[in-house]
């Protein structure tokens, strides 16, 4: 195991993620820099706002490839929601903030991807999405325009109610 609060210089009840251990393998620097990552995403900070502190994380698909290492952080919280940092080959990130209850304050939630998104420097243009529907849930992504960005947010409804929204992009 491997404590994601490793190393940080922030004070512990500053820090959402001190002592929180992630189970699963992984390289430390690895999961230093994705733990890091996280902690400063504006996101992350919505879902605490929406979830309180993560109670668990998980390492998932960890790999080494030729074009790097590569895996997905997953942060569990008490009421059932997930946060996610997805790093794929060959240089992609994604950020996902879901809750099977959905999203008591649907505005809320696209205000807050809507803002982290454009953190990130990312101009997504909001007013056409591509559309998916699997089974009873429709997602919809909206891309940044400068495809050399490879820019998206992306927003995903069950049953009509708002669960999943989230942004990725190349590095």
């Not at 490839?65 to 996610?84: D, I, W």
């Amino acid at each position: 195991m491997t404590i994601c609060g490793h190393g940080v210089s922030q004070a512990a009840s500053a820090d959402p993620l001190s002592g929180l251990e992630c189970r699963g393998k992984a390289d430390h620097d690895w999961l230093q820099q994705s733990r890091d990552s996280v902690v400063k995403e504006s996101l992350f900070r919505f879902a605490i706002e929406q979830a309180g502190r993560p109670i668990s994380c998980e390492v998932k698909d960890w790999s080494i490839t030729e074009e790097g290492k590569f895996g997905t952080l997953v942060y569990q919280f008490k009421n059932g929601a997930t946060y996610s940092l997805e790093s794929s080959p060959p240089e992609t990130l994604a950020y996902a903030f879901s809750t099977s209850n959905g999203f008591a304050q649907e505005s809320k939630a696209i205000s807050s991807i809507k803002k982290a998104a454009a953190a990130k420097g990312l101009h997504v243009d909001w007013t056409e999405p591509q559309i998916e529907k699997s089974g009873d849930v429709e997602t919809k992504t909206f891309w940044d325009p400068n495809e050399a960005v490879n820019g998206r947010a992306f927003l995903s409804w069950k049953n009509g109610q708002l669960i999943s929204i989230g942004y990725g992009m190349a590095l």
